[in-house]
């Protein structure tokens, strides 16, 4: 199952790289993607994703995780 999931993120990137606008957000730093996949198609894919790029920083607290922490979690839908 995870390497069904790896190949479709690689089959993904392939097919928008230079024709499509990819956004992608992640709180691991490109120098950790190997820890989601082999570190020879992590460096390519790192290559691509960073290849004609605007790459955003941020700073500050996690919205999320300070409202997770202060008990103000996401509340359902009710039906």
Do not use: F, W
Not at 59 to 66: E, K, M, N
């Amino acid at each position: 199952m995870r390497r069904c999931r790896r190949a479709g993120r690689s089959r993904l990137l392939d097919a928008a790289y230079e024709k499509r606008s990819i956004a992608l957000s992640s709180n691991l730093h490109p120098a950790g993607i190997d820890e989601l996949m082999p570190k020879t198609i992590a460096n390519a894919t790192v290559d691509r994703l960073l290849h004609h790029a605007h790459v955003v920083l941020t700073a500050g607290d996690s919205i999320r995780l300070t409202q997770a922490t202060a008990g103000k979690a996401v509340t359902p839908l009710d039906h």
